[in-house]
């Protein structure tokens, strides 16, 4: 079986189960017009309710990655995975033009229709505007980032936690987290952070942080045996990159690394390059002090679409919950 279950990961069972099925389609593993086992057969095989497979065939159906013939089965759908920004947006389209067609079959009006949604759409910011998440992370590069960047809502409020201060000051830091509606961490870190919160009845949400594509590419299109500097903040973040680009495939780079700050050390290290890779925030520092002309790749990790829309889907129970 290709599908591997951890029960106590704190990722819910049937999201476990579309992620790896997507993961087996995206790398191949599963080609095209694969027929799935059944629900009840997958639901056997991984000890699981029924519903849990069909919950995750249904949301993968959605998304166009698997198809399902009344009486014959559920199959690998000929989905293009290259432009996936593009694809989503293609579903997205579909969802509107359905809604639509609903909409006019029940009798209201387009423009009814794009008031109500605005106001949907409203009133769902409105509630992610008065969050408040704990985001607790190894790294300062991704800590920072993730703070500034994540979209949840103008106005939600992140409270950035390093792993090392949890582990140092568990009282202070739980201190600071104590009105979050919500603790995030990576899957990495995600049974520890559990320990460390004191308040049981918080949830601890894990996500999964991806190299962004575009950076992926840039760094796969470096010539073949060409030094490249990694120039980061933090050792962990630097060590994640290595992994990262490693993972990817990529392996006849010879990497170098450094965290200085001091801008003459940082003179000689560029000097002995042929291109740079920067962990977030570190972009233009770099830039101004390039001794000639050298490429420069920013390496970002962004939460994979699947964790975002859980994050907001649990953020949006909580604050509902709190109105109600």
């Excluded at 106590?8 to 027929?35: A, D, F, H, N, T």
């Excluded at 006019?104 to 008065?130: D, M, P, T, Y």
């Excluded at 409270?159 to 987290?177: A, D, F, G, I, K």
């Excluded at 962004?212 to 060409?226: F, S, Y």
């Amino acid at each position: 079986m290709q599908i591997e279950i951890q029960r106590k990961s704190g990722v819910p069972l049937y999201l476990q189960v579309k992620r790896q099925i997507e993961r087996l389609v995206r790398m191949g593993l599963w080609e095209k017009g694969k027929k799935l086992p059944t629900e009840r057969e997958l639901a056997k095989a991984l000890r699981v309710s029924r519903n849990t497979i069909s919950t995750a065939y249904k949301e993968l159906e959605d998304e166009g990655v698997l198809y399902s013939h009344q009486g014959r089965g559920t199959f690998v759908a000929e989905t293009d995975f290259s432009v996936p920004g593009q694809s989503r947006k293609e579903r997205l389209l579909q969802m509107i033009d359905l809604a639509i067609d609903e909409t006019l079959n029940l009798g209201f009006s387009l423009e009814e229709f794009v008031s109500l949604v605005k106001a949907r759409a409203e009133e769902k910011k409105e509630l992610l505007q008065h969050i408040k998440v704990g985001f607790v992370e190894c790294n300062r590069e991704q800590l920072d980032y993730f703070s500034k960047e994540l979209e949840l809502g103008a106005g939600a409020k992140i409270v950035p936690v390093l792993l090392s201060e949890y582990r140092h000051s568990p009282p202070e830091v739980n201190l600071r987290l104590r009105d979050a509606d919500l603790v995030v961490t990576t899957f990495f870190h995600l049974n520890e952070v559990r320990e460390l919160v004191n308040d049981r009845r918080k949830e601890v949400l894990g996500i999964a942080l991806v190299a962004q594509m575009e950076t992926m590419v840039k760094i796969a299109r470096l010539p073949k045996g060409k030094r490249v500097g990694l120039i980061c903040i933090s050792e962990p973040f630097a060590e994640r990159v290595v992994k990262s680009i490693a993972n990817a495939g990529i392996s006849e780079l010879d990497i170098v690394t450094t965290t200085v700050r001091n801008e003459d050390r940082l003179r000689a290290f560029l000097a002995e390059v042929d291109a740079v890779i920067v962990s977030p925030g570190r972009k233009r520092e770099i830039e101004s002090l390039l001794p000639r002309e050298m490429e420069v790749i920013e390496f970002i990790y962004r939460p994979d679409t699947g964790s975002v829309n859980l994050l907001e889907s649990v953020l949006l129970e909580r604050r509902q919950e709190k109105v109600n």
